[in-house]
């Protein structure tokens, strides 16, 4: 899911068989390569841009900045929470979901744990996907499976048409008024459709 896509069609780039299939919800594509990807950035991400080539490091640094209010609130137990400051990017129907207590809870326990340890690895995350990317889509030879929301904010359609496009076995769905986080009320139907030989993602 989101960030978590690109890791796993790196991991399908390994020599061998042992990768059979492959599943991205709302997942991350290269922005340098998909139209109007970069001009979405917020001021901070944009700042960072010019460092990608010259200095990665910095430009983790850069980009981790623009995390540390995020982690300012997971680190606040009383407070209102991460999601409060993603209102703005959330979809209705993200806000919707996040708005059931149960599903807030593990969206805030999640947001915890990444932060846990600094907005380091944020920022080198960002460096990964913002940046060139260094595996080529092209060398996924398993199936991969793509599911994308219409409303998606943070990962918009446009990213699963250009992973379609690249990956020489994809099947793209794009669920109409769905936002981010699509796997919390289809995550039953996803995990099917990836153990059900031959099928198409619905």
Known sequence: MSGGGPGALAAATVPGSRVSRVGVVSGA??????????????????????????????????????????????????????????????????????????????????????????????????VSWIGEWDIDPSAVRCPVLLWYGSDDRLAPPEFGRYLAQHLPQAQLAIRDGEGHMGLFEHLGEILGELTRPGSAPG
């Not at 080539?53 to 640094?61: E, G, I, N, R």
């Open 29 to 126: 594509a290269p922005f340098q390569h998909v139209p109007g990807a970069l001009d979405s950035l917020d001021d901070n991400d944009r700042a960072a841009l010019p460092l990608l080539a010259s200095d990665p490091a910095a430009a983790a640094a850069g980009f981790a900045a623009g995390f540390e209010p995020l982690a300012g609130l997971a680190r606040d137990p009383d407070g209102p929470g991460v999601a409060s400051a993603l209102a703005g990017l959330l979809s209705p129907r993200d806000g919707e979901l996040l708005a059931e207590r149960h599903r807030a809870a593990a969206f805030e326990e999640t947001m915890r744990e990444a932060l846990r340890q600094g907005t380091s690895g944020a920022g080198w995350d960002n």
